[in-house]
């Protein structure tokens, strides 16, 4: 939850963010955090039925995909989903891998892990910059962190 709402501001339209982990490790709950911290209060839903869900904040459209149930990557063009990675849009893609080849690339990506310990609580998470873009969300985060803001 603290690293979503950390991350909230940061994004800017046109940016494309993976979110890579295993069913369970939090992919959903990460975008639901983000969402709250920038003043969304409707329901966030996992978009694995319904491929994208698609929530408007200050004008700045987010897309939330989930192509976990893909068969094969062609599917992401058969459903139109290259519509959706525009200028006015954040993407934030769940499974990317199975849309390998037609999901645009990622400019950050998120790597959620459970813990290698049993006894040890919580996440891990591992943050990569992808691109220009990726960096400078980076570079704000863990100047943020780094003073004691998350």
């Not at 690293?3 to 975008?31: C, F, S």
Request: charged share 20%; net charge neutral.
């Amino acid at each position: 939850m603290a690293l979503g709402q950390a991350l909230a501001p940061l994004p800017m339209p046109g940016m494309v963010i993976w979110l890579d982990g295993d069913l369970g490790t939090g992919k959903t709950t990460l975008v639901r955090a983000m969402l709250r911290a920038l003043g969304y209060t409707g329901p966030v839903r996992s978009p694995t039925y319904t491929l994208v869900e698609v929530y408007v904040v200050s004008r700045i459209y987010w897309y939330h995909f989930d192509f976990y149930r893909f068969s094969n990557p062609e599917e992401f063009l058969d459903a139109g989903l290259d519509e959706y990675f525009r200028n006015d849009a954040v993407c934030l893609v769940e499974w990317p891998d199975k849309a390998a080849g037609f999901v645009p690339p990622a400019d950050l990506t998120l790597r959620l892990r459970f813990p290698a310990q049993a006894s040890c609580r919580g996440r891990s998470a591992n943050l990569l910059a992808c691109s220009e873009r990726g960096e400078a969300c980076l570079n704000v985060l863990s100047n943020h962190v780094f003073r004691g803001g998350a």
